[in-house]
């Protein structure tokens, strides 16, 4: 079985998932909620990033010229 790691990447369940997952730890060990926020958004922020570069990139390849 193949995975389709473009398609993973640009999940925004997948980079949802990762920013819950990581301000839960943040709170769990002692972190104030506001330090959780900030880096969930910046989690997600950078997923739109990695999602925009990953879709231009997909469609740049399939407009390609022979």
């Given at each position: 079985m193949k995975i389709d790691?473009?398609?993973k990447l640009t999940s925004r369940k997948l980079w949802?998932?990762?920013?819950?997952?990581?301000a839960g730890i943040i709170v769990a060990f002692g972190g104030?909620?506001?330090?959780a926020e900030t880096v969930s958004g910046c989690i997600l922020s950078g997923a739109a990033v990695v999602g925009y570069i990953i879709?231009?990139?997909?469609?740049?390849?399939?407009?390609?010229?022979?």
């Open positions: 790691w473009k398609r949802v998932a990762v920013a819950g997952f990581i104030d909620s506001e330090a879709g231009e990139g997909l469609a740049d390849s399939s407009n390609k010229s022979e």
